[in-house]
């Protein structure tokens, strides 16, 4: 048989959810991409796929009975080590991990086999073994995801935007490793909502949208680049800069402040591990700053320091704002000052409440019920709902929300706060073309008319904004 699933329903359901499927799409065997927008139902086609064949509304057929179908995406982490960390900060915290497992822990009865050394090494994770889970980078963790998935070969692999997070070097070597275990017989379903990730030895697309399977798109040797174009959607996100809402008033004086951030031979060591080593940098009022790396580089803990997170700022020669860290300063009056997202963040974070409620406390800092929300913020919260055009989530709760989405959602949360400093690290994953297009227009308007200071961290050069006039690199 040349197939690998047949979808025959005319719709598919997941729990509460249901997909149109007009056209009766097959998937070939290979490599096939299922590609959509932001919320076009990927992540639960996906879930469709490996999940819902016993479902008395799916009609779905393999090449044949009982294949074993695997995905992974990136919150897998907290069910693979077996904890969820409470709460983002604690991942510096040297005192609150011992709980936490070493990636050595987890696999134990697998890491020292010749099949992880060989995949470890592809990968390049030979160094990872004593590291706290954690400890890990984003993309350290997409990674070792990959290689626990790639342990036990399935016949089917699903990857939900294996490549967001990752850098040139790493893209290209997940790319060599989808070749080799196609090589061995394994399908692989990516989940992509961006053309210019699609495999080089990509057999077929299948667009999705509105929560709709379109008929699929055989590649048929036609040349990669002109087949990445022919699936660059052009669906209309853009933002009315002049409506963005105005800087409120801040209650600190950001215009006399002359050093924003000035790092002195800073390091940061956990045992016997370094992850910053003499590292130094100034940053002044007003500039605009991209933050370049390989992974596991030690970009996202330089940012913890920044941000007040890492409890080793205090034993740093660390000055933020103008004034020396440990001087008698507290955390909430630098955080007050600052706008910060990760895909860390992203990965940890548990607020509470719905969209619209979890957007207005990003004008206080606060995640949960700390602080009372006022209608004048809620308000605000909205309009920067609407301005995104994500207005339709406001009453939705964070965790039923496609990673896209919510990553729209923490930007919102982010930009509301108009911040003095403004920290940006890999803000546009997993949004779609048109979505990081308008983003990056906000982050080059918002720069310019509030006169905020930026810090941006990307693996993408395309993404970087245009606003950005100074770089450094770990």
Same mark, same amino acid.
């Given at each position: 048989?040349?197939?690998?699933?047949?979808?025959?329903?005319?719709?598919?359901?997941?729990?509460?959810?249901?997909?149109?499927?007009?056209?009766?799409?097959?998937?070939?065997?290979?490599?096939?991409?299922?590609?959509?927008?932001?919320?076009?139902?990927?992540?639960?086609?996906?879930?469709?796929?490996?999940?819902?064949?016993?479902?008395?509304?799916?009609?779905?057929?393999?090449?044949?009975?009982?294949?074993?179908?695997?995905?992974? &995406?990136?919150?897998?982490?907290?069910?693979?080590?077996?904890?969820?960390?409470?709460?983002?900060?604690?991942?510096?915290?040297?005192?609150?991990?011992?709980?936490?497992?070493?990636?050595?822990?987890?696999?134990?009865?697998?890491?020292?086999?010749?099949?992880?050394?060989?995949?470890?090494?592809?990968?390049?994770?030979?160094?990872?073994?004593?590291?706290?889970?954690?400890?890990?980078?984003?993309?350290?963790?997409?990674?070792?995801?990959?290689?626990?998935?790639?342990?036990?070969?399935?016949?089917?692999?699903?990857?939900?935007?294996?490549?967001?997070?990752?850098?040139?070097?790493?893209?290209?070597?997940?790319?060599?490793?989808?070749?080799?275990?196609?090589?061995?017989?394994?399908?692989?379903?990516?989940?992509?909502?961006?053309?210019?990730?699609?495999?080089?030895?990509?057999?077929?697309?299948?667009?999705?949208?509105?929560?709709?399977?379109? &008929?699929?798109?055989?590649?048929?040797?036609?040349?990669?680049?002109?087949?990445?174009?022919?699936?660059?959607?052009?669906?209309?996100?853009?933002?009315?800069?002049?409506?963005?809402?105005?800087?409120?008033?801040?209650?600190?004086?950001?215009?006399?402040? &002359?050093?924003?951030?000035?790092?002195?031979?800073?390091?940061?060591?956990?045992?016997?591990?370094?992850?910053?080593?003499?590292?130094?940098?100034?940053?002044?009022?007003?500039?605009?700053?991209?933050?370049?790396?390989?992974?596991?580089?030690?970009?996202?803990?330089?940012?913890?320091?920044?941000?007040?997170?890492?409890?080793?700022?205090?034993?740093?020669?660390?000055?933020?704002?103008?004034?020396?860290?440990?001087?008698?300063?507290?955390?909430?009056?630098?955080?007050?000052?600052?706008?910060?997202?990760?895909?860390?963040?992203?990965?940890?974070?548990?607020?509470?409440?719905?969209?619209?409620?979890?957007?207005?406390?990003?004008?206080?800092?606060?995640?949960?019920?700390?602080?009372?929300?006022?209608?004048?913020?809620?308000?605000?919260?909205?309009?920067?709902?609407?301005?995104?055009?994500?207005?339709?989530?406001?009453?939705?709760?964070?965790?039923?929300?496609?990673?896209?989405e919510q990553r729209l959602v923490l930007l919102a949360r982010t930009f509301i706060k108009h911040p003095q400093l403004l920290i940006l690290d890999e803000p546009?994953?997993?949004?779609?073309?048109?979505?990081?297009?308008?983003?990056?227009?906000?982050?080059?308007?918002?720069?310019?008319?509030?006169?905020?200071?930026?810090?941006?961290?990307?693996?993408?050069?395309?993404?970087?904004?245009?606003?950005?006039?100074?770089?450094?690199?770990?």
């Open positions: 048989m040349d197939f690998l699933i047949k979808l025959k329903s005319d719709y598919l359901r997941y729990r509460e959810a249901k997909i149109l499927n007009p056209h009766h799409v097959t998937i070939p065997r290979g490599i096939t991409a299922i590609m959509g927008p932001n919320g076009a139902g990927k992540t639960m086609l996906g879930n469709i796929l490996e999940k819902g064949w016993n479902f008395c509304t799916n009609s779905i057929e393999g090449y044949r009975d009982r294949l074993i179908i695997r995905k992974i &995406e990136f919150a897998d982490i907290h069910s693979l080590a077996g904890f969820k960390v409470e709460y983002y900060q604690q991942r510096f915290e040297s005192m609150m991990n011992d709980e936490v497992p070493t990636v050595a822990e987890i696999f134990h009865n697998r890491i020292n086999t010749p099949r992880w050394q060989e995949l470890a090494t592809n990968l390049r994770l030979n160094d990872i073994a004593t590291k706290h889970v954690n400890f890990l980078s984003s993309g350290e963790l997409r990674k070792l995801l990959i290689v626990n998935l790639l342990f036990d070969l399935p016949d089917v692999l699903i990857l939900d935007n294996p490549y967001i997070g990752l850098d040139a070097a790493s893209r290209e070597i997940l790319n060599d490793t989808i070749s080799s275990i196609v090589a061995q017989g394994v399908s692989v379903i990516l989940l992509l909502c961006n053309p210019v990730d699609l495999h080089p030895a990509i057999d077929c697309v299948i667009p999705i949208d509105k929560m709709e399977i379109k &008929e699929r798109v055989m590649r048929n040797g036609v040349e990669i680049k002109q087949f990445q174009r022919s699936f660059d959607y052009l669906f209309d996100y853009a933002i009315n800069l002049e409506n963005l809402p105005s800087c409120p008033k801040r209650d600190y004086d950001d215009k006399n402040t &002359e050093v924003v951030l000035s790092l002195n031979n800073c390091n940061v060591k956990y045992g016997k591990r370094t992850i910053i080593n003499n590292v130094s940098w100034t940053i002044r009022n007003k500039e605009c700053w991209a933050l370049f790396g390989p992974n596991g580089s030690g970009k996202s803990t330089l940012l913890s320091l920044v941000h007040a997170d890492n409890p080793q700022g205090y034993s740093n020669d660390i000055t933020l704002f103008d004034r020396r860290r440990g001087s008698g300063e507290s955390i909430w009056e630098i955080k007050k000052r600052i706008g910060y997202i990760s895909p860390e963040m992203h990965l940890y974070f548990n607020g509470s409440g719905d969209i619209k409620t979890i957007v207005a406390q990003g004008l206080n800092d606060t995640v949960g019920l700390f602080c009372q929300v006022k209608p004048q913020q809620m308000q605000r919260a909205m309009h920067w709902l609407q301005m995104l055009h994500i207005e339709h989530l406001a009453d939705r709760r964070f965790n039923t929300l496609s990673a896209g546009l994953h997993g949004l779609d073309s048109a979505r990081k297009r308008s983003i990056r227009s906000v982050i080059n308007h918002l720069v310019a008319r509030d006169h905020i200071t930026l810090i941006y961290v990307t693996h993408y050069l395309p993404e970087v904004p245009e606003c950005i006039t100074h770089t450094k690199t770990l």
